[in-house]
């Protein structure tokens, strides 16, 4: 696309960046085979809600024809889930120009307090599980009082958990089992850590089945993704800084296990492009793995086994396929399971919706796209699911739920873990197949004394009582669970 952008002049507001910006544009040859696999093109139909739309606006921006705050809602409607950049023939980089554009815009347009407060609030409490835990625990006692409160607040609490999981800390060094075959360090992950602190541990254990030790710095920081999803870079690049310092051990890999994590570290070298430390933001980019693909090239050990014949549907998380170009890798693991049949979800690579905060940010978009998916899940009729990201985890879990239907979702390393736990010699392994009949108290007890509960397969038709509990807590829900 040409263009009249003033580079020169621009780069005083945005650096370097502009160079990069201005290449995205101009690659762009307006050919539209982005446009079906848009979501939001999908979902509103409209060619400005797409990404040769909004390449197009934020060209006139740049330019200094179109006010930004014309072009705000298109660009803020954006999930920065990177499906157009899978699809574009002409190789437009639209992650370099969304970034650097939408801090710029968000610098120069105007919010409401309420949506400043909002954004505030997340910005400042998603990116430390500390602070999470905290303003969850809060936001809980606030939930009763919910109707008197702005509806962005009101947006923010609908959202929080009924019920948090115990926090686990990890230990800095998590040893491999046997003949060490990698050491690698992990990125553990803010939101995770607090949602669904069984995630980290699954992929310690999986990994140590197969070899790996783990590095965990404790002066690791949250990656930064939201912050930059926000716009909010200088906070972000502290972020970037505090985790090159962290990370910079000698390890075979750097892991992570949520597909935003990992696509936010790959962001370091445009979030620090022509400015200090950009030589080590490179090398950290080059050395970060997810885990799906670090263990699929190393090759899984033994004969990982579910307890029973279980049909799983994969969902390809956006970061995981389009930002990091993931999608064979953690199919390839799931494949290695024995009693595990892997079924493939129609449009699997569209987003679910929930790409950060989209659900406070855009909830009824996201709410259609989180319906749309859960539909498509159904559709495979599959009895558990599997993604590599807890914001999938959650809002797919959440739609199936509003569907009536209780598929236990897990992250794949999870579904990894079960199996390598079921299949160990020696295994205490016991599979519940009428948990209804064992109270919250007793599934409490065994998980806190005992050992590890994982729900396991849904019983369609089948009638929950209030007190029943599953292995995440909720009440309501019934399925077979295993206990290791
Ligand atoms: S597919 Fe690529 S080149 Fe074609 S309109 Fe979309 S962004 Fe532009
Ligand atoms: S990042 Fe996703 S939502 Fe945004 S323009 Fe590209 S495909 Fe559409």
């Not at 929080?160 to 060094?173: I, M, N, Q, S, T």
């Not at 929930?354 to 009895?383: D, M, V």
Request: with cysteine.
């Amino acid at each position: 696309m040409q263009h009249v952008i003033p580079v020169a002049q621009l780069k005083s507001q945005f650096g370097v960046q502009i160079e990069a910006m201005a290449g995205a544009i101009e690659a762009c040859v307006h050919c539209g085979f982005c446009l079906p696999v848009c979501p939001t093109y999908q979902v509103l139909g409209q060619e400005m809600d797409s990404p040769r739309g909004r390449i197009l606006l934020m060209k006139n921006v740049l330019e200094g024809g179109l006010a930004v705050q014309e072009a705000l809602p298109y660009i803020d409607r954006c999930l920065g889930c990177l499906a157009c950049v899978t699809a574009c023939p002409s190789g437009v980089a639209y992650g370099d120009l969304l970034m650097p554009f939408r801090a710029y815009a968000r610098q120069k347009a105007s919010y409401s307090l309420m949506e400043r407060v909002q954004r505030k609030l997340v910005n400042q409490t998603l990116p430390s599980p500390e602070r999470f835990r905290t303003a969850a625990l809060f936001g809980r006692l606030a939930k009763p009082f919910s109707a008197m409160l702005p509806q962005e607040l009101a947006g923010m609490l609908a959202l929080l958990p009924d019920r948090l999981p115990a926090a686990r800390p990890l230990p800095e060094v998590f040893p491999a089992e046997g003949v060490r075959r990698a050491r690698v360090a992990l990125l553990v992950g803010c939101v995770q850590q607090v949602l669904a602190p069984e995630i980290n541990w699954a992929t310690l254990r999986v990994l140590a089945r197969n070899g790996v030790e783990v590095l965990i710095p404790a002066d690791q920081a949250c990656c930064g993704a939201l912050l930059m999803h926000t716009g909010e870079l200088d906070r972000a690049r502290q972020l970037a800084r505090q985790n090159l310092r962290a990370f910079s051990g000698q390890v075979d890999a750097i892991l992570t296990n949520a597909a935003g994590c990992g696509s936010g570290l790959k962001d370091y070298p445009l979030l620090l492009m022509g400015l200090e430390d950009q030589n080590l933001a490179d090398e950290l980019a080059r050395q970060a793995q997810d885990v799906s693909q670090f263990l699929a090239e190393l090759g899984m050990l033994g004969e990982p086994a579910l307890p029973q014949p279980t049909r799983v549907a994969y969902h390809d998380a956006c970061h995981l396929a389009h930002a990091q170009g993931i999608t064979a890798a953690p199919r390839a693991l799931l494949n290695r399971v024995a009693n595990l049949t892997l079924l493939e979800i129609a449009d699997s690579t569209t987003c679910c919706g929930s790409a950060g905060t989209y659900n406070l940010e855009q909830p009824e978009i996201a709410a259609e796209l989180g319906r749309r998916k859960a539909a498509n899940i159904l559709q495979t009729g599959a009895e558990a699911v599997a993604a590599g990201n807890i914001g999938c985890i959650v809002q797919i879990r959440t739609h199936l739920q509003a569907l009536g239907k209780l598929l236990p979702v897990f992250h794949t390393f999870e579904l990894l873990d079960v199996a390598y736990s079921r299949s160990a010699a020696g295994s205490k392994s016991r599979l519940i197949r009428r948990p209804n009949l064992v109270s919250a108290h007793f599934l409490g007890f065994i998980q806190q004394h005992i050992g590890r509960i994982h729900q396991f397969g849904g019983v369609p038709g089948v009638q929950w009582k209030s007190g029943d509990a599953l292995a995440d807590g909720r009440a309501g829900n019934r399925c077979p669970v295993l206990i290791i």
